[in-house]
């Protein structure tokens, strides 16, 4: 909890490598200084400060803050523009003669690099700037000692030419990282693989990340690393399979492949009679909300086993298994409010891609959608313990 006397402390401080002091609260400025913050360059491991409201000479800039702004502040954490997600924590409006103080309190990443749109930014003394080279080296080199999620553990006995290096440069680099950054000299393949966690450098192999995004053959790495279709002509697994498809690959081709998968072959839409004899249009399921359903359980499963995530449509529902139950800080109690990362770098690369549009709202939204559409709330089955279940019930007006 950030107290008045903390923060009469911060603004009464030079500004350096952990205080800076913003009158601003556009975008842009806040997203740089929390991005430079979290890549912690100068290896503190304590938090920094981002004082709203306090010039550069430490006087207060006479602001009027309000809760509008607060909630603006906050988005910043989940709106995808800083990856991966930043850890802060943002202070109440403190009132002082002079003017109204926000203070931002960023901690540092276990996952550096940290890029704002696709920038790294670094804070040495007082200074901010994008990150160099070599500074973006050693922050892949840091990142190395603090891998906490799978998805970060060296695939040990892979090599670069496991990996398809065309789908990398053309399909992913350039969305997640900036032309700037991009047309600078003296990046080899490996380091820029490493700046965005799909290689370790100190195992000179690839990730378990950056096999399960651009491997030539995911599944002889990792045995579970596929999507299994099952369609049944009834309401149990016994009834007559009509039809069952494999997603297997390089998740970069293969969720794209997925996503028109559900919009052509599972969603559909036909025209029905109301009671006033008009037609409407009623769709099976809505196809938002499928496809991110689909896509949490691709982003959320343990790749650690060697089971497959399972897709079963039967004629009224459809179930969605993945290996692995909640992770972290979300548990049943407070499930779907509350969200954490068993991958983070997948997190991260299917935001780069566009399959998830904020983090922490997918779910949510989802539920929204059924709703709407008139299939009623999914059921969540969160008392299994190594596995996560979502049954989609079909539209009610389906016939």
Request: proline letters at 5%; aromatic letters at 10%; one cysteine or more.
């Amino acid at each position: 909890m950030i107290t008045e006397n903390k923060v009469k402390e911060l603004i009464a401080a030079m500004e350096s490598d952990r205080v800076e002091r913003t009158r601003s609260t556009a975008d842009d400025k806040l997203g740089q200084a929390i991005c430079a913050f979290s890549n912690d360059f100068p290896n503190h491991k304590l938090p920094g400060y981002l004082l709203l409201g306090v010039d550069d000479d430490g006087s207060l800039a006479g602001k009027n803050y309000t809760d509008d702004d607060l909630q603006k502040i906050g988005g910043m954490k989940t709106n995808g523009k800083i990856l991966p997600q930043p850890s802060i924590t943002v202070s109440s409006i403190f009132k002082f003669q002079g003017g109204d103080v926000i203070v931002i309190e960023v901690r540092p990443s276990s996952y550096p690099p940290v890029r704002y749109d696709g920038r790294c930014w670094i804070r040495v003394g007082p200074r901010r700037d994008k990150a160099s080279v070599e500074e973006e080296r050693i922050l892949s080199e840091k990142r190395v000692s603090n891998a906490k999620t799978y998805d970060l553990v060296p695939a040990l006995s892979s090599t670069i030419a496991d990996l398809s290096i065309e789908l990398f440069k053309i399909n992913y680099l350039t969305s997640a990282v900036d032309k700037e950054t991009l047309a600078e000299n003296g990046r080899t393949t490996e380091e820029q693989l490493a700046s965005l966690r799909f290689y370790d450098p100190r195992e000179h192999c690839p990730t378990n990340a950056g096999i399960l995004m651009f491997g030539l053959n995911p599944e002889f790495y990792l045995p579970g690393a596929y999507i299994q279709y099952i369609k049944f002509s009834g309401l149990e697994m016994t009834d007559a399979v009509e039809y069952e498809k494999k997603f297997s690959g390089a998740l970069i081709t293969e969720l794209r492949l997925l996503d028109d998968f559900i919009k052509g072959n599972i969603i559909k839409e036909r025209p029905q009679r109301t009671d006033s004899f008009q037609e409407i249009n009623v769709r099976n399921y809505p196809y938002w909300a499928l496809r991110e359903l689909v896509m949490n359980a691709i982003m959320h499963r343990s790749y650690e086993s060697n089971a497959p995530i399972y897709i079963y449509e039967f004629s009224n529902r459809i179930e969605i298994i993945n290996p692995g139950g909640l992770f972290g800080e979300a548990t049943p109690q407070n499930f779907p409010d509350a969200s954490d990362y068993r991958n983070v770098v997948l997190a991260e690369s299917m935001k780069v891609l566009g399959y998830v549009n904020r983090f922490n709202y997918g779910v949510k939204r989802a539920i929204h959608e059924l709703e709407r559409n008139e299939n009623g709330a999914p059921k969540f089955d969160l008392n299994l313990t190594t596995k996560f279940k979502v049954s989609i019930p079909i539209n009610k007006n389906w016939e």
